[in-house]
C-alpha cells in the first residue's frame, strides 16, 4: 500500500491522461484510429526527449530555457554534415558533442559562476538562436540524403522507431536518476545546495553535468527532427520551451527541486500530447492550445500550493513519511 | 529627508553620511543605522539582541551611551547578552534564561557574577568530566598559520590522535570560519594544514575527506542534514560512491549502513523516515552518521551541542569520548557553551575577533579565563567597568 | 581606522583610499559602464561606417529605442523585486486590441481609450502579481504561464479579424506621426515617462519598500514590509506601462493583429539586465534600463548599416545579457564580501 501512495502523483496521471482520452475521442471519432494515434505521438516525441534534458536540471533546481535553441543548432548541424556525406553513426556523435557542449557553457556559467540559471540560459537562449539562424542560412537546410532520416519513418513492426526511442530514453533517465550517484546527488543538490556542499557532494561538476545532458538530449530532439521534417531551419522549435516546462512540472518534479520521478515525465508528456492532439482535431486554433498548456503550467504548480495553503488554515498535519513525488 | 536623516545620527552621537549606500559601511555602522532607524519619538521598547558581538570596544561604548540616553527619555530596552560586564553596567533589571526556560528575573544589585553564572549553567550533573585514562597519540590534525584576509590571522595549533581540543569564543569570532576553511570551503585561504603530518592541500570538502577530515555545520537544519531527504539517504550520501557497484547504486548495503549507524548512535527513528520528522538531537546524530560512516580521522565540530536536550546532549558527549579515546579520533569542537567545553575537553583554543588568543589545557582552564581571553583583543580594553 | 568622530568627507577619502567603499563603488561603477558600453558602441560603429553618426540616424534609433525604453521601465519595476514578468508582449498585444477594438465599436467611448488601457493593465498586472506574490510560483513560471493565456485571449477575442488604424481615434494616429523638435513624439513621451517613474521609485515610499525588499527580502519581513503588496504592486505598475505601450505600439503599426509585440519580452528584458537593473533584485535605475533600451537599438542600427545579417543581432543580444548577468554578479560579490569582512575582523582589517 505504501508503494502505492509513493507513486500516487503518477497514478494520478495516468487517471488524467484516461480521461483525456475519453474526452478527445468524444470531441473526435478520429481520435481513437490507431494509425492517427501514432503519428501524432510521433509529433510529441522531440518534446518528450527535451522534457528528459531538462528533468535533471530541475531536479537539481536550476532551470534551462535555451534547450529549443540548442534544439535548432543541433537539427541545422546535423543537416548539413548529413547533406555534406558524413557517415551518419560520426554525424550523430558529433551533433551529440556539440549540443552536449553548449550545455556545458550553461552548466559552468551556472556551476562555477554561481550565477543565476534563469538570467544565463536567458541569454543562450537568444544566442544559440542567433547561432542556429547563422547556421542555417535564410533558407535553411534541405535536401537530406535519404538513409539519415532513420527516426522519421521507420518502424519496427507497426512502431516507429522514434517512439522506441523515447521509451529507451525514459528507461535510461529512470536507471540514472533513480540508481546512480549522479542521480542522488542531483536530488540532495535540489533539496538543499547548502547541505550537498557540506557533505562534500561535487555540487559544481553535477551541475555542468546536468547541463551537459540537457543539451545532449536537445540535439538527439535535433536529429529526430530533422529526420521527421526532412529539412533543418534556424527557427526550429522556437517557443517550445513552454510545453516542455509544463510536462516536466506535470510529470511531478517541482520547480523547486528535490523530486520527482522520470516516469512522471513520461506520464506527463503523454498527458499532454493526448490534449493537444484531442486539440487539434477539434480544429481548435493553435494560440488557444497554447493557452491551455499555459494555464496547465500555472495549474499544475498552483494547485499543490493552494492545497497547502488551505491545509495550512484548517490544521491538518503535513506528512511526515516520505510519498509520492520523493525520488525513487 | 537627508536634512533629517543626518540630524537624528548626529543626535545618537554617530557621524554619518546619510546619502552613502549602507553596502559600503562597517558592521558597526551599518548597526548604528538599524538603531537610528528604530529610534523614533515615542519609541516604547527597543530590544537588542547580542548587539555588541560584533564591536570594538570603541564602538560599543556608542552603544552604551545611546542606550543611557533611550533610557533616559523613557524607552524601555532589551538588551540580549551573555557578557557580564555589559549586563552588569547597563542593567536595571537581570532575567536569566537556560535551555529556554526563564530561571530567574531580580534587580541587578541582587545578582552578583558568580550568581549569575550558576543560574545560566545550572547544576548539570551530566557534565562532568570524566578523566582520561589513555595517552595521546602524535599529533594528527595541525594547523600553521593559517589567514583568510579579513576573516582571521596567524591562527597554528594541534590536535593530537585521542584529543578533544575545543575552541571557545564569542560569536563571530571567526571559529566556524576556520573550521570551514580547514574542511576545503575557502581556497583563498594561505597556510599550511597537516594530516598526521603529511601536508594537505584544502582545495574542497571532497578531498578533504578523502584524506579523513570532516566537519559537522553549526547550522544543522540547513546545511548538516537534508531535512526533506530519509536517515538512509542522508547518512549514505558521502559514501555513495563507495557503496556503488558498477557505478550503480546498492540499496541494500545503503540500509546496512544507515542501519548499522543507527544503532550505534541510538538515532530514534526507522531508517526510512524523513529526517524532518526527527528532534533536533537526533537529527544531529545523522548528521554525525553519515561522517563517521566515512570512517574518518579528524572531526571538526561546530556547536555539536547546540539547542540539544541534556540527555541528547550528554549522550553526544559519551560518543565524542569513545570516539576520541577508543577509536583513536582527533576531535576539533566549536562551542560557545563553556562548562561544556570544560567538561568534554582535553584543552581549549580561544579565538578573538579572528586571531587566538589563548591555547590552555583543561586544568589551567577557567570560565573567567576563556571569557577573558575571548572578550578582549588586547591587554586592558574593555567596557567601562 | 574607524574615525567616526572625524568630518564625513574625510572618511570618504580615506575610506577610497583603503579601498573600504567596495560595495558601494560597484554599484555607481556599474551604471557609468553602461554608459561608457554605449559611448563605445557609437564610436565603433562610426569608425567602422562614417554614415552611422548622423542626426537622422540617432534620431531613427531614439525613436526605436523609445517604445523599448517605456516597457523597461515597467519591466524594471518587477525586476527590482527579485521577480520577472515574461507576459509583457502579450499584455501589450492584448491591450491594443482590447482597447481598439472597442474604440472602433462604439465611438462615443474613444476620449476614454487610456483609461481602458490602464484597466485592462491593472487586470492583467495584478493577476500575475497575484499568481507570484500570493501563490508564490516562481515568476518565470507564472509568467510563462500567463504570456500563453494572455495571447491565447487576444485570438480568442480576435478569432483572427483584423483592426486597421482607419479605426482607431483620430488623436491617436496624428500623435504616432507627429514629431517635436526634430524628434518623434515617442521619443519625448518616452523621456517623460522614464522621469516620472524614475522619480516616483526614488521619492516615493512604495518606490524605496520596492528597493528595500528586492536587496533583501528577509530584512525587509522585519522591518514590517508588507512584501505581497510590494510585489503585485510593481507588477500591476508593469502591466499598467506595458498596456500604454500596446496603445502606442498599435497606433504605430497600424494594423493590429493577434501577433502584435509578440517575442518582445527578450528584447525589454535585455533593455534592463544590460541597464545594469540586477536580476537579484534591489539595484539599478529605469535610467539604466532607458539606457539599455539605447544600448539594444544602437547594436541594431549599426548591424544594418554595417549590412551584417539580422541573425547576429539575436546572438549579441543574448550574450550581451550573460555578459551584463557576470557582471553583475561580480558586483554584489563585492557587496557581500565587503560586509563580511567587517564582521570578523572589525575595523582593524
Redesign the interface.
Known amino acids: 500500500m505504501t508503494r502505492l501512495r509513493r507513486y500516487a502523483s503518477e497514478l494520478l496521471l495516468v487517471v488524467l491522461i484516461v480521461l483525456a482520452a475519453i474526452a478527445s475521442s468524444a470531441m473526435s471519432p478520429y481520435f481513437l484510429d490507431p494509425a492517427n494515434l501514432l503519428n501524432a505521438a510521433q509529433f510529441f516525441v522531440i518534446f518528450a526527449l527535451m522534457a528528459f534534458g531538462l528533468f535533471p536540471i530541475v531536479v537539481q533546481g536550476e532551470i534551462d530555457i535555451s534547450l529549443a535553441s540548442t534544439l535548432a543548432i543541433g537539427s541545422v548541424l546535423f543537416a548539413t554534415l548529413a547533406v555534406s556525406g558524413v557517415p551518419l553513426v560520426a554525424a550523430v556523435a558529433l551533433v551529440l558533442l556539440g549540443t552536449a557542449l553548449l550545455g556545458v557553457v550553461n552548466g559552468v556559467l551556472v556551476g562555477y559562476g554561481g550565477l543565476p540559471s534563469l538570467a544565463v540560459t536567458l541569454g543562450t537562449l537568444g544566442a544559440y538562436r542567433g547561432l542556429a539562424y547563422l547556421l542555417a542560412g535564410d533558407a535553411g537546410v534541405v535536401g537530406i540524403p535519404e538513409e539519415y532520416l532513420l527516426f522519421g519513418a521507420t518502424k519496427v513492426g507497426p512502431v516507429p522507431v522514434s517512439l522506441l526511442l523515447v521509451l529507451a530514453v525514459a528507461a535510461v533517465f529512470t536507471v540514472l536518476m533513480g540508481a546512480t550517484s549522479f542521480g542522488r546527488y542531483s536530488y540532495a543538490i535540489g533539496s538543499s545546495p547548502a547541505a550537498a556542499r557540506m557533505a562534500a557532494v561535487p555540487v559544481n561538476r553535477v551541475r555542468v553535468l546536468a547541463y551537459a545532458l540537457g543539451g545532449a538530449m536537445a540535439g538527439l530532439a535535433g536529429i529526430v527532427w530533422v529526420s521527421q521534417y526532412q529539412s533543418a531551419r534556424g527557427d526550429n522549435a522556437d517557443g517550445a520551451i513552454l510545453f516542455v516546462l509544463t510536462a516536466v512540472v506535470l510529470g511531478g518534479i517541482s520547480i523547486k527541486g528535490g523530486s520527482g520521478r522520470a516516469l512522471g515525465v513520461l506520464l506527463a508528456t503523454i498527458l499532454l500530447g493526448t490534449i493537444q492532439t484531442g486539440m487539434k482535431l477539434a480544429n481548435v486554433p493553435g494560440t488557444s492550445q497554447t493557452l491551455v498548456v499555459g494555464a496547465l503550467l500555472i495549474g499544475a504548480v498552483g494547485l499543490p500550493r493552494v492545497v497547502s495553503m488551505l491545509r495550512q488554515r484548517f490544521g491538518a498535519p503535513l506528512p511526515s513519511r516520505a510519498q509520492g513525488g520523493g525520488q525513487a | 529627508m537627508s536634512r533629517a536623516a543626518r540630524a537624528k545620527l548626529s543626535d545618537l552621537g554617530?557621524?554619518?553620511?546619510p546619502d552613502?549606500?549602507v553596502?559600503?559601511?562597517?558592521?558597526?555602522?551599518?548597526q548604528f543605522v538599524e538603531i537610528a532607524r528604530a529610534v523614533d519619538t515615542g519609541l516604547q521598547i527597543l530590544i537588542l539582541d547580542e548587539p555588541t558581538s560584533?564591536?570594538?570596544p570603541?564602538?560599543s561604548e556608542?552603544l552604551y551611551a545611546v542606550v543611557k540616553k533611550l533610557k533616559a527619555q523613557g524607552t524601555t530596552v532589551v538588551w540580549i547578552s551573555h557578557r557580564m560586564e555589559e549586563v552588569r553596567f547597563l542593567a536595571d533589571t537581570i532575567t536569566v534564561l537556560r535551555d529556554g526556560s526563564h530561571v530567574r528575573t531580580a534587580p541587578a544589585s541582587e545578582l552578583d557574577d558568580d550568581t549569575m553564572i550558576t543560574l545560566m549553567v545550572g547544576r548539570s550533573v551530566v557534565l562532568e568530566q570524566v578523566a582520561r585514562i589513555e595517552p595521546l597519540g602524535a599529533a594528527r590534525l595541525a594547523a600553521q598559520h593559517l589567514s583568510l584576509?579579513?576573516?582571521?590571522?596567524d591562527i597554528s595549533f594541534e590536535v593530537a590522535e585521542g584529543e578533544i581540543v575545543g575552541i571557545a569564543g564569542l560569536v563571530?569570532?571567526?571559529r566556524s570560519?576556520i573550521a570551514q576553511a580547514i574542511f576545503g570551503?575557502s581556497p583563498k585561504m594561505t597556510g599550511t594544514v597537516l594530516v598526521d603530518g603529511v601536508p594537505v592541500a584544502p582545495r574542497?570538502?571532497?578531498a578533504?575527506?578523502e584524506r579523513g577530515v570532516v566537519?559537522l555545520?553549526e547550522?544543522r537544519d540547513?546545511?548538516?542534514?537534508?531535512?526533506?531527504?530519509?536517515i538512509t539517504?542522508n547518512i549514505a550520501?558521502?559514501s555513495?560512491?563507495r557503496l556503488?557497484r558498477f557505478?550503480?547504486?546498492q540499496a541494500r548495503r545503503e540500509r546496512e549502513l544507515a542501519t548499522s549507524q543507527r544503532t550505534a548512535l541510538s538515532i530514534k527513528g526507522r531508517i526510512?523516515?524523513?529526517v524532518?520528522?526527527l528532534s533536533g538531537g537526533n537529527r544531529q546524530k545523522v548528521a554525525l552518521a553519515?561522517w563517521l560512516a566515512t570512517n574518518p580521522r579528524v572531526l571538526l565540530l561546530d556547536e555539536p551541542t547546540h539547542g540539544i536536550d541534556v540527555g541528547t546532549k550528554a549522550q553526544v558527549h559519551d560518543i565524542m569520548r569513545d570516539l576520541a579515546r577508543a577509536k583513536r579520533m582527533a576531535i576539533l569542537m566549536i562551542s560557545s557553551d563553556l562548562p561544556e567545553v570544560l567538561a568534554v575537553c582535553d584543552r581549549v583554543l580561544v579565538i578573538a575577533?579572528?586571531r587566538l588568543t589563548a591555547d590552555i589545557t583543561a586544568a589551567e582552564a577557567t570560565q573567567e579565563r576563556i571569557l577573558a581571553a575571548a572578550t578582549t583583543?588586547t591587554a586592558g580594553r574593555g567596557p567601562a567597568a | 581606522m574607524s574615525g567616526t568622530t572625524a568630518k564625513a568627507p574625510l572618511i570618504h577619502r580615506l575610506r577610497e583610499r583603503a579601498g573600504f567603499s567596495g560595495g558601494a563603488a560597484a554599484l555607481r561603477v556599474r551604471f557609468i559602464g553602461v554608459i561608457v558600453f554605449q559611448l563605445l558602441l557609437v564610436l565603433v560603429f562610426t569608425a567602422l561606417a562614417p554614415r552611422f553618426f548622423t542626426w537622422d540616424n540617432a534620431q531613427s534609433i531614439l525613436f526605436t529605442a523609445a517604445i523599448l525604453a517605456i516597457a523597461a521601465a515597467g519591466q524594471t519595476l518587477v525586476v527590482l523585486t527579485g521577480n520577472l514578468d515574461l507576459s509583457v508582449g502579450s499584455i501589450m498585444g492584448l491591450s491594443a486590441y482590447v482597447v481598439f477594438n472597442i474604440a472602433s465599436g462604439s465611438p462615443d467611448l474613444q476620449p476614454f481609450v487610456i483609461l481602458i488601457a490602464v484597466v485592462v493593465g491593472v487586470v492583467l498586472g495584478a493577476t500575475n502579481g497575484f499568481l507570484v506574490a500570493v501563490l508564490k510560483i516562481p515568476s518565470i513560471v507564472a509568467t510563462l504561464g500567463t504570456l500563453s493565456i494572455y495571447r491565447g485571449i487576444v485570438s480568442f477575442y480576435a478569432n483572427a479579424t483584423e483592426v486597421t488604424s482607419g479605426e482607431l481615434p483620430r488623436w491617436m494616429r496624428t500623435l504616432a506621426e507627429t514629431s517635436w523638435l526634430g524628434l518623434s513624439s515617442y521619443v519625448w513621451i518616452a523621456l517623460v515617462t522614464i522621469v516620472v517613474v524614475g522619480t516616483m521609485l526614488r521619492m516615493l515610499p512604495w518606490g524605496r519598500q520596492i528597493y528595500a525588499y528586492g536587496s533583501n527580502p528577509k530584512a525587509a519581513h522585519f522591518f514590517g514590509l508588507n512584501s505581497t503588496r510590494i510585489v503585485i504592486g510593481a507588477y500591476v505598475g508593469a502591466g499598467v506601462i506595458a498596456a500604454l505601450v500596446g496603445l502606442l505600439l498599435g497606433a504605430r503599426v497600424g494594423n493590429i493583429n493577434s501577433l502584435l509585440a509578440s517575442g518582445i519580452e527578450m528584447s525589454v528584458l535585455a533593455a534592463v539586465v544590460i541597464g545594469g537593473v540586477s536580476i537579484w533584485g534591489g539595484a539599478g535605475s529605469v535610467y539604466g534600463a532607458a539606457i539599455g533600451a539605447i544600448v539594444l537599438a544602437t547594436i541594431n542600427n549599426g548591424l544594418v548599416i554595417l549590412q551584417v545579417q539580422e541573425f547576429y543581432r539575436l546572438l549579441l543580444q543574448g550574450l550581451a545579457i550573460v555578459a551584463a548577468v557576470a557582471v553583475d554578479a561580480v558586483v554584489q560579490r563585492r557587496i557581500q564580501s565587503a560586509t563580511k569582512r567587517r564582521r570578523t575582523m572589525g575595523a582593524d582589517a
Open positions: 554617530f557621524a554619518l553620511d552613502q549606500l553596502a559600503g559601511l562597517t558592521v558597526a555602522e551599518a560584533a564591536l570594538t570603541d564602538e556608542k584576509a579579513g576573516v582571521f590571522d563571530g569570532a571567526g570560519e570551503l574542497s570538502p571532497a578533504m575527506v566537519y555545520p547550522n540547513l546545511e548538516g542534514v537534508i531535512a526533506s531527504m530519509t539517504s550520501l558521502p555513495i560512491r556503488n557505478g550503480f547504486m526510512d523516515d524523513l524532518s520528522s553519515r575577533r579572528g583583543i
